[in-house]
């Protein structure tokens, strides 16, 4: 990890921000879309995996690193995949790729935190394909962010090669609790 480099924006100061363009974003933790208009002056709190969050106006939001520009920032990078990705180098890649995924008020990975219960695999009607199954937890059941959370990890597994279809389950039993961090989680934490 570069210590010194965006990842660790949260431990050290707040980078202000001009909104460039108009864009949506989503209320945290509700989960509401909402849009910021050009000209408004935001904070970024956190920059980690492929999304900003941001304070604005005493709010925070989420804001997709795809509208990087209207901070006048740019994408996040994406993990490198190779073309011709056998199956069996599959799994790694999906927990490496659940690993760009942060809850918007914790900086921390998903895996890390513990929210991700299970990764499995079916067959699929598509040769050389199979079907994702996930099953995965929330910090707190009442999130609002955790139908976002959701559909980040969906959209960025559907995107892998090899991978026809996917379903994330949202599940609450057991229940999480800081015990299924893992100890960088709970370091980086100060836990």
Same mark, same amino acid.
């Given at each position: 990890i570069?210590?010194?480099?965006?990842? @660790?924006?949260?431990?050290?100061h707040?980078?202000d921000?001009?909104?460039?363009r108009?864009?949506?974003?989503?209320?945290?933790?509700s989960?509401?879309?909402v849009?910021?208009?050009?000209?408004m002056?935001?904070?970024?709190?956190?920059?980690?995996?492929?999304?900003?969050?941001?304070?604005?106006?005493?709010?925070?939001?989420?804001?997709?690193?795809?509208?990087a520009?209207?901070?006048g920032?740019?994408?996040?990078?994406?993990i490198?995949?190779p073309?011709?990705?056998?199956?069996?180098?599959?799994?790694?890649?999906?927990?490496e #790729?659940l690993r #760009?995924?942060?809850?918007?008020?914790?900086?921390?990975?998903?895996?890390?935190?513990?929210?991700?219960?299970?990764?499995d695999?079916?067959?699929?009607?598509e040769?050389?394909?199979?079907?994702?199954?996930?099953d995965?937890?929330l910090?707190?059941?009442?999130c609002? @962010?955790?139908?976002?959370?959701?559909?980040?990890?969906?959209?960025?597994?559907?995107a892998?090669?090899?991978?026809?279809?996917?379903?994330?389950?949202?599940?609450?039993?057991?229940?999480w609790?800081?015990?299924? @961090?893992?100890?960088?989680?709970?370091?980086?934490?100060?836990?």
């Open positions: 570069d210590r010194g480099g965006p990842a @660790m924006m949260h431990r050290r707040r980078e921000v001009l909104v460039r108009d864009v949506m974003a989503e209320t945290i933790p989960g509401h879309p849009e910021l208009q050009q000209g002056l935001a904070q970024i709190t956190q920059a980690l995996g492929s999304s900003f969050t941001l304070l604005v106006e005493g709010q925070l939001m989420r804001l997709k690193g795809q509208d520009d209207a901070i920032k740019q994408p996040p990078e994406s490198a995949v073309e011709d990705l056998h199956i069996d180098d599959l799994e790694p890649l999906i927990w #790729t #760009t995924c942060y809850d918007p008020e914790i900086p921390v990975n998903i895996v890390d935190l513990g929210l991700v219960y299970r990764l695999f079916e067959p699929s009607d040769a050389d394909k199979v079907r994702v199954l996930i995965m937890t910090t707190a059941p009442g609002g @962010m955790g139908e976002s959370i959701a559909n980040e990890v969906c959209d960025k597994v559907l892998l090669p090899r991978v026809a279809d996917i379903t994330v389950n949202l599940v609450f039993d057991p229940p609790d800081r015990s299924m @961090m893992s100890e960088e989680a709970q370091l980086a934490l100060g836990l």
